[in-house]
Nanobody
């Protein structure tokens, strides 16, 4: 089965940038739509960004639009989330996920990574 592993999280100052990666360690995931989600302590897991299997379609949560960019490199079985102009509200554990449908609903995804934490300081 597809096995997703996130990396790139860490501590960053507000206004700074981080680039998250999510790699499939097992097999090619060219035909999976991919999404990034995040979950802050005591909060629900929220949609952040999604990308179609080809990379031709992307969409974002309003809270990150214009600051975050999702992309993928199918040759490397990897999806990325470039996060710029980070805010305190962006602090969360970030998860990547794969599914058959391009959606902002976490229920539509069935492959999940373990998460990588992002901490934003003032």
């Amino acid at each position: 089965q597809v096995q997703l592993v996130e990396s790139g999280g860490g501590l960053v100052q507000a206004g700074g940038s981080l680039r998250l990666s999510c790699a499939d360690s097992g097999r090619t995931f060219d035909n999976y739509h991919m999404g990034w989600f995040r979950q802050a302590p005591g909060k629900e897991r929220d949609f952040v960004a999604g990308i179609s299997w080809s990379g031709g379609t992307t969409f974002y949560a309003d809270s990150v639009k214009g600051r975050f960019t999702i992309s993928r490199d199918n040759a490397k079985n990897t999806v990325y989330l470039q996060m710029n102009s980070l805010k305190l509200e962006d602090a969360a554990v970030y998860y990547c996920a794969g599914g058959r449908f391009l959606s902002s609903d976490s229920k539509e995804y069935y492959y999940w990574g373990q998460g990588t934490p992002v901490t934003v300081s003032s």
